[in-house]
């Protein structure tokens, strides 16, 4: 998206907030004002994250290699307004649309609560979860072709373990018409105002295909309820697509007979400028990319073997392998897979650096997909800046 309207930083609110609450913000915690007022945006220790105001990006140095998983104090955060507070006990979804199976307006819409929904046949799924902009800022800084938005490095993903129900299994019981096309998820925040313009609710429409697939209505991840800036208390979640289409704080869902659109599948989301044409679809399955658990321009103490470890991952599926260069692409050798990914989720592995000279340097991994999709070493420009997967030369020192 190429404008985001402000807001006060997060630690600025957690800082009010404490001053008026007596509330302490500890880091690792999911804070909540007390005697029942609304919800505060989670911690943003500068250890872990970069602070964008509206955005947070996870540090990649601050992630363990004997961690599979991104807990949720840890992962990124994106909102294209603020974080809403919403209360369990009086929270509904409302569905309707002309492809259900008794066709029903919007002032007639089945309405569940999420107790209902919390009593439907239980469905956890780990999956990586990734902002559509994840790499922007190396459109400017490797490629020379600045694109607006939040600059994220590599830090807007993570794989979390998701708890909810099956689309599919929702759509059953509220019964769904074969003519069924398409189904338009729309979220509870506040309407989005961008150079003078209302574009209304976020919201964005996909396939009744995903929905019966693999979508969930999730309303726990890491074992635990969702926190308010990940959707509290019932968000959306597309294994494998662009992070948008997993709509946060899930308020409505329209079941149509026809294809739906909205201005994050028409205006934004989708490729355009550059050699894109004006007729390109909007984006939906995330492509595949690397990232060293290091700082960025790291220092490293010269060893005869200096271990590098990382993750690749790919909306498309499982990741074959992966190639580390530590000679800014010149040679390339085969890292050791730790931890392979099941479908979407992300896959661990290490490389032996062995005798590496003092000085600078530039290691680089490629991973290559079981669809047979690899990182290209460039990735054509947007003007948006989305789908930044080509391999990313990361500066090291070694001392």
């Keep these: 998206m190429t404008s985001t309207p402000l807001r006060p930083t997060r630690r600025g609110l957690l800082t009010a907030a404490a001053a008026g609450t007596g509330l302490i913000a500890v880091p690792g915690l999911a804070d909540r004002a007390v005697a029942g007022a609304p919800y505060v ?73 999420y107790a209902d929904l919390r ?30 938005g939040t600059q994220w490095k590599l830090g807007a993903v993570g794989a979390v373990a998701w708890e909810g129900v099956r689309l599919a299994t929702v759509l059953e019981r509220v019964g769904l018409d074969p003519r069924a096309v398409s189904v338009m998820a729309t979220g509870l925040d506040a309407d989005y105002v961008s150079g003078g313009v209302d574009y209304g609710p976020v919201r964005r429409p996909f396939p009744v295909s995903k929905a019966l697939d693999d979508a969930l209505l999730v309303w726990g991840a890491d074992g635990r309820d969702l926190l308010p800036d990940h959707g509290f208390p019932i968000r959306l979640v597309l294994p494998g697509w662009v992070g948008i289409a997993s709509i946060k704080w899930l308020g409505s869902l329209e079941v149509s007979a026809t294809r739906q659109t909205s ?39 010269r060893r005869q073997v200096v271990g590098l470890t990382g993750r690749s991952w790919s909306g498309a599926g499982p990741i074959d392998h992966v190639d580390v260069s530590t000679d800014g692409g010149g040679t390339w050798q085969r890292a050791r897979i730790r931890r392979g990914g099941h479908r979407e989720a992300w896959t661990q592995w290490e490389f032996d650096w062995r005798a590496p000279s003092r000085g600078d340097h530039v290691v680089m991994a490629r991973a290559t997909d079981v669809a047979g999709r690899q990182q290209p070493l460039v990735t054509p420009y947007n003007e948006n800046g989305y789908f930044f997967d080509a391999v990313v030369r990361h500066p090291v020192t070694i001392v």
């Design 41 to 113: 945006q989670k911690p943003l220790p500068s250890a872990w994250f970069y602070d964008y105001g509206t955005n947070a990006e996870m540090r990649w140095e601050s992630v363990s290699p004997r961690e599979y998983l991104t807990s949720p104090e840890r992962l990124f955060v994106r909102d294209h307004t603020a974080t809403p507070s919403i209360d369990a006990s009086t929270y509904t979804l409302r569905i309707f649309g002309d492809a259900l199976a008794t066709p029903r307006a919007s002032d007639q819409a089945v309405s569940l609560s």
């Design 263 to 301: 201005p994050w599948n028409t205006i934004w989301y989708r490729m355009t400028g550059g050699s894109y044409p004006p007729d390109s679809p909007p984006l939906t399955v995330n492509p595949v990319r690397s990232a060293l658990e290091l700082a960025w321009g790291a220092t490293l103490a």
């Design 119 to 148: 009593s439907l046949p239980v469905t956890r799924l780990t999956t990586v979860h990734e902002c559509t902009g994840n790499g922007r800022s190396f459109f400017a800084s490797q490629q020379g072709t600045p694109a607006p």
